[in-house]
């Protein structure tokens, strides 16, 4: 099909009754908002793309940080979802032929019906979803700031980048497809991805971090408290009733990740997983998934995102730079979104998370990875020149312009107050140092 009559079409068939607003701003009691590193992009997206635009200032530059789209499960999780959910289905069914089960009958049905999807090479790859997660989001930024998005391609205009995996290098072919269409997006040349890039996936250089967080299981006790709390021991012993056989968490677990991934996957059905919860499951299961996070790659240790300075470096010399391109498009992971976010004090609570705070952050928490590290998540830095020459940056977090503590309201943040509220030299972000790498190269 002709490409342009295709854009047209998607975007006709966007356009059906949508609102701007997505799906889990309006209303996020849906489980479809609680599914975390796994929650599918549309129902996150901002789909107001009208242009940006600030009186007296101009873009010059963007400078964008974009997670992989939807993917397929990871190697290690392939086997047990290949072995343990057919035993899962069989037990389901059998309770329910046995009149333990209070399954309606419709969705013992679809469970019935349900096979695993998808064949054990797709491992790790992006799915057809994470495709046009890309090329949606690609059109949006254009859209919202056309100049700096010129619809041909220039290799002096844009720098792209992605890690030596298929499933970023897939999210940048397909975000350079939303860009330049089909003939245009041919001609774009990528580098050479670099293995552990120390930009893209910084932490995978950071020795100290590796041994002291990361692969330490101090990091990952709240977890395991909660995991051991009565609040997961009643949600596990509601789904065994309501299932009429014994759940334990890592079933529980097992169930909520692929009802994650079939509802990211297929935008158009139900996965019948999902069916096995009630709303408050889901919140539980969240919260866990949110302390392991929390704990690994976001506030729990100051080193976790204090070693993300360099990302944060590159983008200051990026934008102080006299010769580069206007666009810098980074195609990374969930790991290294989370570290830049909580560098920049986005998504942070008063109180730290805890295995003994759900109560207190239940509905209450910024810190929500459902939200702020869907697949495709994205952080953008817009460098703008405003009046009397003053250089400002916008940042945006899903599309969203995000505040920032000790910034000015309702406006880009003067360069000026940027560099002083964060790391933007080398002094400010010894990475060697913090990382314990001195005199290790
Ligand atoms: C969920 O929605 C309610 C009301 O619509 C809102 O007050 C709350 O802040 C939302 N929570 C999140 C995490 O977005
Ligand atoms: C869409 O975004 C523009 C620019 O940010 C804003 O001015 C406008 O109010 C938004 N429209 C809606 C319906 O939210
Ligand atoms: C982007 O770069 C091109 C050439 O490199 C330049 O002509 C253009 O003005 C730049 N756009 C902006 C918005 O600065
Ligand atoms: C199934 O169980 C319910 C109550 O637990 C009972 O009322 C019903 O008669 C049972 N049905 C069969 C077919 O055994
Ligand atoms: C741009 O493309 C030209 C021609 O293919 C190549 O010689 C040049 O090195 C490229 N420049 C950059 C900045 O990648």
């Excluded at 107001?48 to 999780?77: A, M, Q």
């Excluded at 979104?337 to 109560?359: F, G, M, N």
Aim: net charge neutral.
């Amino acid at each position: 099909m002709d490409w342009k009559i295709f854009q047209l079409i998607v975007l006709y068939i966007g356009y059906l009754g949508l609102s701007v607003e997505s799906q889990c701003l309006e209303n996020n009691d849906t489980h479809k908002c609680k599914l975390g590193t796994k929650t599918p992009y549309r129902l996150i997206a901002n789909l107001n793309d009208s242009l940006i635009n600030y009186p007296g200032c101009i873009e010059k530059k963007i400078w964008l940080l974009v997670r992989h789209g939807t993917r397929f499960p990871g190697k290690k999780y392939v086997p047990i979802m290949m072995s343990k959910l057919p035993h899962l289905q069989e037990l389901i069914l059998s309770s329910y032929v046995a009149n333990r089960s209070r399954l309606m009958p419709d969705h013992i049905s679809q469970i019935a019906k349900w096979k695993l999807n998808f064949a054990e090479d797709a491992v790790m790859k992006l799915a057809e979803e994470g495709e046009r997660e890309m090329i949606d989001l690609a059109e949006r930024f254009q859209s919202r700031f056309p100049t700096l998005f010129p619809e041909k391609y220039s290799n002096l205009t844009y720098k792209f980048k992605y890690t030596a995996t298929q499933r970023t290098e897939e999210s940048a072919k397909h975000f350079a497809l939303g860009l330049f269409g089909l003939q245009g997006s041919k001609d774009v040349w990528f580098p050479e991805p670099e293995y552990r890039d120390p930009i893209l996936r910084f932490y995978k250089r950071c020795q100290r971090w590796r041994k002291e967080v990361d692969k330490n299981p101090k990091a990952y006790e709240e977890e395991q408290k909660f995991i051991q709390s009565s609040v997961v021991s009643d949600t596990l012993k509601d789904i065994s009733s309501f299932l009429g056989f014994q759940v334990d968490y890592e079933a529980a677990n097992l169930m909520y990740t692929i009802c994650a991934f079939e509802t990211a996957w297929y935008s158009n059905s139900e996965s019948a997983w999902c069916n096995v919860f009630q709303p408050k499951h889901f919140k539980v299961l969240e919260f866990a998934e949110d302390l392991k996070y929390y704990w690994i790659d976001g506030y729990g240790y100051p080193l976790t995102y204090e070693q993300a300075c360099p990302a944060l470096r590159d983008m200051f010399n990026f934008f102080q730079s006299k010769e580069d391109a206007n666009v810098t498009a980074y195609f990374t992971h969930s790991g290294t979104i989370l570290k830049l976010l909580s560098l920049i004090r986005v998504a942070k609570d008063i109180e730290p998370l805890k295995h003994d705070s759900y109560t207190l952050h239940e509905d209450r928490r910024v810190w929500r990875v459902s939200m702020i590290d869907a697949f495709a998540s994205n952080l953008a830095f817009v460098l703008y020149d405003c009046k009397s020459k003053n250089p400002a940056i916008l940042v945006m977090h899903q599309e969203r312009i995000v505040h920032l503590p000790g910034c000015p309201k309702n406006m880009p943040c003067p360069l000026s107050i940027m560099k002083n509220l964060y790391p933007d030299n080398e002094e400010e972000c010894q990475f060697d140092t913090m990382c314990g790498l001195d005199g290790n190269v």
